[in-house]
């Protein structure tokens, strides 16, 4: 049975959309590993391919696992409906590609995962996608980028490596000002430290690969559709929701599906249906087993990652610690309004500079080498802490101006804080910083 019981987070987050009492009645969500699903009748089959009625039809578009996925992550967010899909890359890719469409306009911060950037700048620009990058702490950048074309404003909650804490009520507003939707990449903060629905953001996705799965086993990722943007209001804007979707005859998604679950019904029929980027049930059963303990890792992670920030910003080999948590942080106000629960566990630090970045580098590389607990790795989110050198591997791509932009210099090291013991972390980082 599932419980209609009103539930508190950790509650969701380990029962939320799971009804026993089918199939063999385990009590844990079973992993349906099947690509293609049975008709009962060929009727049954036309009606579920014409999109008049819901159901399995073939793994591509969604599997009973997956959609367990969604249903538990929109619980967390606050959200009506989600889309699982194979990545965070490609939960980025088709949340954009289906607001945006064709000849559409975004405008993004300029803070943005590398490979949301290479995404947009690129990829999506070589078919006529554009963007405008601007410093996500300047609202008038925000306003003044804005272009009849613009169709979505793109953030993240927290950017990496250096913690920037996003005002996302005030970059709502200006989204709304515009008549956009304002998209949340919430990967580093989870719907545990933040959620965007609660601050005026339309859609959240995840990098699902993170902290959602938070073993550092599966790549997956999810949009969440908050269903509060109204596609409804400016039809022509928005033709892909509210115009007959070739497809499907004269089906208009806005008229059947509505608020909170158009979206996901264009995302799943059209871009994923299309391009490919399914989410595999043994993936999202990974996923879904990690969720259940979201809260207890992100908690210790947060509260390790604290205490590791303070004990570094006193070190003399440390010449700065970027975690919002710390008194003296430029973004500390926005952290304590919007992450009341602690700052998420990825921050950066940097070493004491000589000025010169081959022997800054060679002074990250022998504390990278000396570190025992933490290892190398390009991840975060992971139960174990990871340490990563962003100015030779993540960022590696950016020119010098741009890294001074983002502010990454070659000492700085980014730690994304395991659930080990924090005395560990603290002994392993004091004795490779010893050797800086
Ligand atoms: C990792 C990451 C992504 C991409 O996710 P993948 O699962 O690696 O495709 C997107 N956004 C952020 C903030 C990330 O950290």
Partial sequence: MSSDAPTRFAT?????AYVTGQAQNTAVPPLYQSSAYEFDSLADARDLFALRTTGNIYSRNASPTQQLFEERVAALEGGISAVGVASGQAAVAVTLLALAGPGGHIVAANQLYGGSVDLLQETFADFGITTTFVDQDDLDAWRAAVRPETRVFFAESVANPIAQVLDVRAVADAAHEAGVPLVIDSTVTTPYLERPGEHGADFVVHSATKYLCGHGTSLGG??????????????????????????FGDLVLWERFGAGQAFAA????????????????????????????????????????????????????????????????????????YLPQGAPAVFSIDLVSTGDSEDDFRRAERVVEALRVIRLVANIGDARSLVAHPASMTHSHLSPAQLTAAGISWTTLRLSIGIEDVDDLVDDLDRALALA
């Fill in 12 to 16: 969701r987050q380990v029962q939320a």
């Fill in 222 to 247: 999810v949009a969440v559709d908050i269903g509060t943007f109204d596609f409804g209001r400016d039809p022509e804007k928005w033709p892909q929701f509210t115009t007959p979707y070739a497809r």
């Fill in 266 to 337: 264009l995302v799943k029929s059209k871009y994923v249906h299309d391009l490919g980027p399914s989410l595999s049930p043994f993936n999202a059963h990974q996923i879904l087993v990690g969720m259940e303990t979201l809260d207890l890792r992100v908690a210790r992670q947060s509260a390790s990652a604290q205490r590791i920030a303070e004990h570094l910003s006193t070190h003399p080999a440390v010449a700065a610690v970027h975690h919002p948590g710390l008194a003296g942080n430029r973004w500390h106000a926005l952290a304590e309004r």
